[in-house]
């Protein structure tokens, strides 16, 4: 059945992310959301990147099926990668081109399986019309929070966004009617447009989003409305379709409770042996490209705080940049850790020493933070990272690390203070006391699982007739 009791059929849904993990693993945790009650879905990605993904649990495996289509050859693209945190930042552009030449044989699939709907990415914008001849009707499903979206791209009846320099996305939108301070600041805004404008014969990431919000039958955004009420109710005016929150996706229970450990026993034992609500958890996501006049300052500010910390050190660069400063690890050595290997963050978040979270602002990362109320200091790196920061803020529920409002520049003092205050200080109570507050949202599992519940069963109910 798609979401409450009774005899309805179940739904066969079909799910195509982007070639991120930040983007496929929450389609997974809704995938699985959805397949719990008894619907089956095909999780289309390429070969790599589904053997790379979690291990179904038993319960799922027969409900949830990967669909494997090789990932076509593209001039400037190495061979095995699959992923963007297979590549560095500039090689990104030939992953796009490949990406986009997935729509014959994902043409081919649909036409042979048929699914009742499709649950798209923001980049595949041809995929409405390849549905559309078939038939097959589109959600596309935003990881992206709804002020980030919002923000992101214009109404629908706006054939072009009006905006054309940096400087025009470090204000609020025109579209947005109430007051808001979600935008990027200037050393931000730079880096985005840097990275989204494409070239003469591929589509930006901007006109992606603009195409896929016009094209979809409707819109399912990572959010909930006791977060963002009023942004969701300005994407539905904006674009005059349906607009369903899914929840924020938190870990599940069985997550969180499983033995999560396994295979980490070093990680456990480590923190078993700090202070209650003493360690610094660091960690920016496997994509995080520091320079290494960055990493520098954060180790040293690490350093400086003087506070515990266990910090996950996982980039994809392979030049020097990627180098902590000399003899750190060893004046460090006891009081903190740096973990070069996967880590289970669910498990690391929720263990009781955890006093604070230094993380990029990845929304998966704030929602596993927020799961388990751990106060937030934010220093973010790229894309959506300085929205999800700023919403934040706004709700009082992180605070981001000073830096220099031009070049993104900070220093190891303003991470060294940053730390101390919202961890241990006395003007950092607030940060604490709200993280607490946001543990009762975003802790919630059976909330954020009815979000999506309400979008099977309007999945359910107008599967039979054009919307």
């Known amino acids: 059945m798609a979401g409450g009791e009774g005899d309805t059929k179940p739904l066969h849904i079909a799910m195509f992310p982007w070639l991120a993990f930040g983007h496929m693993l929450p389609f997974l945790r809704l995938a699985k959301i959805m397949a719990r009650k008894g619907n ?65 044989p994902l043409s081919g699939f649909l036409s042979n399986s048929r699914p009742d ?56 939108p025109k579209w947005v009617p109430f007051e808001s301070d979600i935008a990027w600041r200037y050393f931000e805004a730079e880096k985005i447009f840097s990275m989204i404008l494409g070239d003469d014969l591929h589509p930006n990431e901007f006109y992606r989003f603009r195409q896929t919000l016009k094209g979809c039958d409707l819109i399912a955004v990572r959010s909930c409305r006791e977060l963002e009420s009023c942004w969701l109710d300005l994407l539905q005016e904006m674009h005059r379709k349906p607009v369903f929150p899914v929840g924020e996706l938190p870990a599940p ?65 392979s030049s020097d940049d990627s180098k902590l400063p000399e003899g750190f690890e060893e004046r460090t050595k006891g009081r903190g850790v740096v973990w070069k290997e996967w880590a289970p963050q669910v498990k690391i978040l929720g263990h009781d020493s955890v006093g604070g979270f230094l993380t990029h602002s990845g929304w998966s990362s704030v929602v596993e933070g927020l799961q388990f109320g751990r106060p937030l200091v934010l220093l973010i790196c790229y894309n959506d990272q300085g929205l999800n920061a700023k919403l934040l803020q706004q709700k009082g529920a992180g605070y981001l690390v000073p830096r220099d409002e031009r070049d993104g520049r900070f220093t190891r003092d303003s991470v060294a203070d940053s730390l101390k205050m919202v961890v241990t200080g006395e003007e950092g109570a607030t940060y604490r006391i709200k993280a607490m507050e946001m543990k009762e949202l975003f802790g919630d599992t059976e909330k954020h699982d009815d979000y999506v519940y309400a979008l099977l069963e309007y999945l359910e109910t107008n599967i039979s007739r054009k919307l």
């Open 117 to 172: 709907w499709i649950l798209f990415d923001h980049a595949p914008f041809w995929l409405p019309a390849v549905a559309r001849e078939l038939g097959i009707p589109t959600v596309f499903f935003s990881i992206f929070i709804a002020s980030a979206l919002a923000f992101t791209s214009p109404p629908a009846d706006e054939e072009q966004d009006y905006r054309r320099s940096a400087e025009e996305i470090m204000v609020k």
């Open 253 to 317: 229970i069985e997550e969180i409770e499983g033995d999560g450990w396994r295979g980490s026993g070093a990680i456990k034992e480590w923190m078993d042996g700090q202070k209650w609500g003493s360690v610094v958890y660091v960690a920016f996501g496997s994509e995080a490209t520091w320079s290494h006049e960055e990493l520098t300052e954060i180790a040293n500010g690490l350093e400086l705080s003087g506070l515990p910390f266990f910090w996950v050190l996982r980039t994809r660069q």
């Open 40 to 104: 089956r879905i095909s999780f289309i990605s390429t070969p790599r990147n589904i053997d790379r993904l979690p291990q179904l649990p038993p319960t799922l495996a027969s409900l949830i099926t990967f669909v494997k289509i090789p990932l076509p050859p593209v001039d400037g693209l190495p061979p095995t990668a699959e992923a963007t945190s297979d590549l560095e930042g500039h090689e990104i552009l030939y992953l796009k081109r490949a990406y986009d030449l997935l729509r014959q």
